[in-house]
């Protein structure tokens, strides 16, 4: 069984820059692809970033292309998001999700994190 846990949240003033991450444990990472997931109160969980298992293939949500990149360690089985210029609208948790056949959709994803809070003061 894969196990994910987050780190790197925090609070950041806007147009600020953090770094998560995603260690990963009891599984083949090398072989999942991954992606970032957020939830604001009151919203449902929505797409951030996905990437394939070798890393050579990323996809972005329109509202974080350019801002964010994300990238995979597979030696260190780690995933990280690296967020710049980040906007009061970016705060949610972050969740960090692992599959062997998944994208961009929530549900077709097997494993997840527990989450990281990120918010982004005005």
């Known amino acids: 069984q894969v196990q994910l846990v987050e780190s790197g949240g925090g609070l950041v003033q806007a147009g600020g820059s953090l770094r998560l991450a995603c260690a990963s444990s009891?599984?083949?990472?090398?072989?999942?692809?991954m992606g970032w997931f957020r939830q604001a109160p009151g919203k449902e969980r929505e797409f951030v970033a996905a990437?394939?298992?070798?890393?050579?293939?990323?996809y972005y949500a329109d509202s974080v292309k350019g801002r964010f990149t994300i990238s995979k360690d597979n030696a260190k089985n780690t995933m990280y998001l690296q967020m710049n210029t980040l906007k009061p609208e970016d705060t949610a948790v972050y969740f960090c999700?692992?599959?062997?056949?998944?994208?961009?959709?929530?549900?077709?994803?097997?494993?997840w994190g527990q989450g990281t809070q990120v918010t982004v003061s005005s």
């Open positions: 990437i394939n298992w070798g890393g050579g293939s990323t």
């Open positions: 009891g599984g083949t990472f090398s072989t999942l692809a």
């Open positions: 999700a692992a599959g062997f056949r998944s994208w961009v959709v929530a549900s077709s994803y097997e494993y």
